[in-house]
Every structure is written in C-alpha cells, then in structure tokens.
C-alpha cells in the first residue's frame, strides 16, 4: 500500500491469535497503522495496538448496536470467524448485515477448507457464513483455512511428560500451516481487494506419527503417535479438561483427516504469500518454545 493512501482496513477479532497476526501481516506489507481499523470486545486490551497507531475500536458479535460506529468509513473488512460454535451463524450475519450499511466495499471471511463440500462438523457454519457473504451484494473473498499447527501444540507438553501423541487420524495427511502463513494471506487478500474463493493449505501435509517424530526429534523424549477409537480420544480430551462439545469436534476431526479431507497438494496458499509455507519443523520448534 502506498503512501498517502486513504483505504481504510477493518480486521475483526483483532487481539485474537488470528487477528493480531493480521494487522502485522498489514503493516508488514506496507499499510499505514493509522489506515488499519482494530475491531475488539475489550478495548482494554489492545493497547498494545494502539501504541502501534493502529484505530481501535469496539465490535461485539452479541451487540450489533456496536458495529454500526465500528465499521464507519471501512473501506475493506476482514470478519474473522467467530468461536462460539453454534452461535456463529447469527453473529456473523449481525456484522454482515452491519458491514452492508456502513457501505463497507469489500469483505474477506475466514472460513474452513473446501467449505461446500467438507464432511467436518465445522464446516456447515462456516458454509452457511459463506452464503450469508454471497447474499450481501458486497464484494467478497472467502480464505477457506486449512488446519492450524497451532492447534496441536497444547498436545506436546503432555505428549513429552507421557510419551504419546494421541488422535483418530490413523495415517491422515495434514496440510497444516501456521496462523502467520494464514494471517499472511489475509493481509494479501486485503490489500488487494480482489473477490475470489482461495483454498489454503500448508504445502508439507503430514501424518500425526510424523508430527510425533518430530516433536520426539527436538525434545529427546521417546514420542510416539497413539491411534485410538474415536471414542476414546474423545474421553482422553475430556479427561484433559476439555470441554464435551469441542471434544466431540476434535474427534470428528481427526476421523475426518483419516479420510482425506484436511489433506491438500494445490500451495495456493504458499502462492498467495509468496514464499513457502512455515515448514513443520520450525513450527513444531515454535510451539515447544510457547
């Protein structure tokens, strides 16, 4: 983005993982902070943002009489996706339906791998999202984002302590990537205004054995994947503290990725970037630093 430029770009979520990660991927590639418009819950925390120029203002998903101020004089929008599940739906149709009003000209959402034709019990939220999108009239792009490395990495510290990474994926391929790779191709998507479906994907799937090797690699500890039923994954997550409904969505998962349906061989999204995606090494090397 060039100097003097007045295109205002509104990240929602923006003290999230994702969100943060977007409005450095934003500045990194040449926006002005002032042109950047931080959507948060809690102003509070996005000091760290201010401090960075960066406009921030209040958006709640559940109070859309706060969006309406929030997206005034947003040229472009990214709606993170909310993580609420079940509730998604009518949230993001709230800032849609703002986003439409305040006239803003282009709307990226993040949304999961091959939304319209996933078997993933996180899929038909997000599909229906998509159609909410579609339906607005305003120009769109939608970043269907594979899996997330991250999404492994409160698993390696238990992994380490007792010797297994457990799962339902069998001999699954992954394409993983980092949320800075997806974070990356938001920012990109952004820039460019340019309406689009992008299938995203981290460009070395791998399988959870490898995932375990790779961790038993950096950290010396005798790591090895463990395939269970997917009940049993289910109650080990349980077990560990993990809510019952997203349990249920993790297990689903993993039997979804024994079946092909998080694996991907296409690099849009190393394309998109411009550079290769995270390698897994690096990111497991991330995550064990975390």
């Not at 406009?55 to 040229?75: H, I, K």
């Amino acid at each position: 983005m060039s100097k003097g430029t007045t295109m205002t770009i509104a990240v929602t979520g923006a003290t999230g993982h994702l969100g943060r990660l977007v409005v450095d991927a934003l500045i990194a590639r040449g926006a002005a902070p002032g042109d950047i418009v931080a959507t948060v819950r809690d102003t509070a925390k996005a000091a760290g943002l201010a401090a960075l120029g960066v406009q921030v203002r209040e958006a709640d998903y559940d109070r859309p009489e706060t969006l309406a101020a929030a997206f005034a004089g947003v040229d472009r929008l990214l709606l993170i996706s909310g993580n609420a599940i079940g509730q998604r739906v009518s949230q993001h149709t709230a800032v849609v339906e703002a986003a439409k009003a305040a006239g803003v000209g282009f709307l990226a959402y993040t949304s999961i791998l091959r939304a319209d034709s996933s078997p993933l019990g996180l899929a038909p939220e997000h599909l229906a999202t998509e159609q909410v999108v579609a339906a607005s009239g305003i120009p769109f792009a939608l970043l269907r984002n594979g899996w997330y490395v991250e999404n492994y990495a409160a698993s390696f510290g238990p992994a380490v302590e007792h010797g297994a990474l457990l799962g339902s994926a069998g001999e699954g391929r992954i394409a993983a990537a980092t949320r800075a790779d997806f974070a990356e191709a938001a920012a990109v998507v952004l820039l460019r205004g340019e309406p689009g479906v992008h299938e995203l994907a981290g460009d070395q799937p791998f399988t959870m054995a490898e995932l375990a090797a790779e961790v038993a690699r950096q950290t010396g500890a005798p790591v090895a994947y463990r395939d269970l039923p997917p009940d049993g994954y289910r109650a080990a997550l349980v077990t560990a503290g993990m809510p019952g409904q997203f349990a249920d969505l993790f297990a689903d998962t993993d039997v979804k990725i024994r079946d092909g349906h998080l694996d991907d061989t296409t690099g849009t999204l190393s394309r998109l970037i411009g550079r290769p995606t995270t390698p897994l090494a690096e990111a497991v090397a991330t995550a064990l630093k975390g």
